[in-house]
């Protein structure tokens, strides 16, 4: 059974950063795309950034130069370093795995970011 477990969230001030990792657990990271994604209370989940298989990596306009996505296939892990946070960046972070059949979800993690 798969499994995406996020880690490093947490509470920081403003201009702060944090660095969020996702796990995979029950499978081998190299076959699958890797998203992140947000939710922000009362709004829609949004595609933060993404990391194909091939290490392209694409962003929303809102974290361009500030967010960066990484993974690492030996430990099977992915990363979203977060630099210059902002209270807008205030959300639940979920980890999403996508390959050419399925797709899989963690269970997401809090961010937030005070002023």
């Known amino acids: 059974q798969v499994q995406l477990v996020e880690s490093g969230g947490g509470l920081v001030q403003a201009g702060g950063s944090l660095r969020l990792s996702c796990a995979v657990s029950?499978?081998?990271?190299?076959?699958?795309?890797m998203g992140w994604y947000r939710q922000a209370p009362g709004k829609q989940r949004e595609l933060v950034a993404t990391?194909?298989?091939?290490?392209?990596?694409t962003y929303t306009d809102s974290v361009k130069g500030r967010f960066t996505i990484s993974r690492d296939n030996a430990k099977n892990t992915v990363y979203l370093q977060m630099n210059s946070l902002k209270p807008e960046d205030t959300a639940v972070y979920y980890c999403?795995?996508?390959?050419?059949?399925?797709?899989?979800w963690g269970q997401g993690i809090q961010v937030t970011v005070s002023s």
């Open positions: 999403n795995a996508q390959s050419y059949v399925t797709g899989y």
């Open positions: 990391i194909t298989r091939a290490e392209r990596t």
């Open positions: 029950g499978s081998i990271l190299r076959i699958y795309d």
